[in-house]
């Protein structure tokens, strides 16, 4: 987000301000925050103020406005349009990334100066602890299907443990 | 006592200065929409899926919003395991762990929030033991991650570690001085973002501020953390230096400013979640400058107090605004006095 003041510098700075009963927030670099000695630091617990709401101004605000092509551009696996992520700053689902990989890479290089991850993973023995669980369910639901003598669901059943059991190996 | 969160208990490192520390890990369903465009159903799947882990949450007890009266959701905001938007929404839960330390929020902007609160200065704590939650989570549940983004959030600026470690620090002698403006700017280029929180009407109360890390992505969560907690020792020891310096040239307004707020607070019939959060501002003053001994842990405990839901979680009929008032002097006046009697609690 940039300074409201200087328009030019990463804001890093935010104040809620109460003045007559009237909120107003304040997003400042830390030159010109420095500058304001007048600042009465305020705030509300829980209420408000919140950095991503203000993503989707910082998105219109470095673009211009976003073409009308793009805007109404769905991700197929949620719905969620393009539009809907410039006004809200949320994205509807995990597939959003890809969908939108075009903008969102950008955003995200202004955001964190990078888009690269270089923190925690999914780890391995929890990613081994699922797949076994997923294993176990799978079979015992064959096993009820054969009992059943559901022979195609059983059959479907077969592939996806192999599927599963090769992803171990 | 049921109002008592283990940050309340107020014994960590600084906790003259540093009133608690938070770390929480944002966390979606691999393959479930996020919570703003998810369907009833699938909302409820999430929490049905938490429930179902019921067995690795160890002591945690999953609490539905929709089960909840309004006045303990809000006790809870003001206990800060939950946020408003959570307590607002009826689709939403929240997993607390015995001691309240650690919460989980289901529902809110993400999936999963794992948070865990402690008392005064314990970055490095807070985050072992959310990261903690979020192992024994993750080998039931597989969370969105991208290889190159890292985990993935509803909002882009929590993406990637998704974790936001904030330290709730209360600086009088900053404030005071007139120097708490500068202190706060120049904690920017350190990715970082100042807060002030507390306070309602036209006045400031309590110099609270929050300091928490801007930037989710791009270092490892381990180094985000020593980087806050860095500029927060430093913080702490400007507010020291600035707290010293207001003591030696004017010790006797510092010492009158603490006395008549302890005065006031312990003998006020009518009192304003505003007024008590100052008096109370300046009785943590008094500790902080080694003016008169009493524990961390009853000031955060009366702050909680003085707020209007957990106030009204003690009384057992429903009360107006002014007999919150009435009500909120009797309780904090009492366990002031009843601390001041006999020494600390
Ligand atoms: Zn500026
Ligand atoms: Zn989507």
Known sequence: ????????????????????????????????????????????????????????????????????????????????????????GRLGCADCYKTFAKQISPLLKRIHGTTAHHGKVPSKGAKEISRKRRLTNLKLEQRAAVESEQYEKAAELRDQIRKLELDGQ | ??????????????????????????????????????????????????EAQQGVLEDMHVQRMAELSQVDRLALVEKHLISLDLANKSDGAVAISSDQAVAIMVNEEDHLRIQCLLPGLQLEQAWETASRYDDLLEAEIPFAFHEEYGYLTACPTNAGTGMRASVMLHLPALVGSGHVGKVLAAIGQFGLMARGIYGEGTQAVGQMFQISNQVTSGLPEEEIIRNLRGVVEQIVAQEKAHLKKMTATSRLQVEDRVFRSIGLLSNVRLLSTNEAMSLISDIRLGVAADIIDLSP???????????PGVLQKECTESLDSQQRDVKRAEILSKRLKQALRGGNI
């Open chain 2, 297 to 307: 842990g009853l000031l955060c405990q009366l702050m909680v107090l003085a707020q």
């Open chain 2, 1 to 50: 006592m049921d109002y008592k969160a283990k940050w309340m208990e107020g014994n960590g490192p600084e906790s003259a200065i540093v009133v608690s520390t938070r770390v929480r890990v944002a966390r979606n369903l691999a393959g479930v929409p996020f919570p703003g465009t998810m369907n009833e159903i699938q909302a409820q799947g999430v929490i049905a899926t938490v």
């Open chain 1, 1 to 88: 987000m940039l300074c409201e003041e200087c328009k030019a510098q990463q804001a890093t700075v935010h104040y809620t301000q109460v003045v007559n009963g009237e909120k107003t927030e304040m997003h400042l670099c830390e030159d010109c925050a420095k500058a304001r000695s007048d600042i009465d630091i305020l705030g509300f617990p829980g209420t408000g103020f919140n950095i991503n709401s203000l993503l989707a101004g910082l998105m219109n605000f470095e673009h211009g406005p976003t073409p009308a092509k793009l805007r109404a551009e769905a991700c197929s696996t949620c719905g969620a349009d393009y539009n809907r992520f410039t006004q809200s």
